[in-house]
């Protein structure tokens, strides 16, 4: 079983930075395709972006696209979600997500998921 780990959330104003981390264990790193997805209170969780287990597909959703950007250090286990140009629209829990080697922007196709970071942006 995958265990994912956030960190990095925090309370910003609009037009910040923030950047997420997601550190990953139970499987070999390599093997896992990890997502960001996000849920805003009152809505549904919606994918955010997602990277292959090696790194080479990533993909965003259109909302963050050119804002956000998802990286993954191997010597760390971490994925790192890099959020800048921060809107009040982005203010919601985020979460990663595991699954073996293919990405998804799917959250039934994940079957493991972190505890949840908030990030909160301010107008």
């Known amino acids: 079983q995958v265990q994912l780990v956030e960190s990095g959330g925090g309370l910003v104003q609009a037009g910040g930075s923030l950047r997420l981390s997601c550190v990953v264990s139970?499987?070999?790193?390599?093997?896992?395709?990890v997502g960001w997805f996000r849920q805003a209170p009152g809505k549904e969780r919606e994918f955010v972006a997602t990277?292959?287990?090696?790194?080479?597909?990533?993909y965003y959703a259109d909302s963050v696209k050119g804002r956000f950007t998802i990286s993954r250090d191997s010597t760390k286990n971490t994925v790192y979600l890099q959020m800048n140009s921060l809107k009040p629209e982005d203010t919601a829990v985020y979460y990663c997500?595991?699954?073996?080697?293919?990405?998804?922007?799917?959250?039934?196709?994940?079957?493991?998921w972190g505890q949840g970071t908030q990030v909160t942006v301010s107008s």
């Open positions: 997500a595991a699954r073996n080697f293919g990405t998804s922007t799917e959250t039934v196709d994940y079957n493991s």
């Open positions: 139970g499987r070999t790193f390599s093997t896992v395709a």
């Open positions: 990277t292959s287990g090696i790194g080479r597909g990533t």
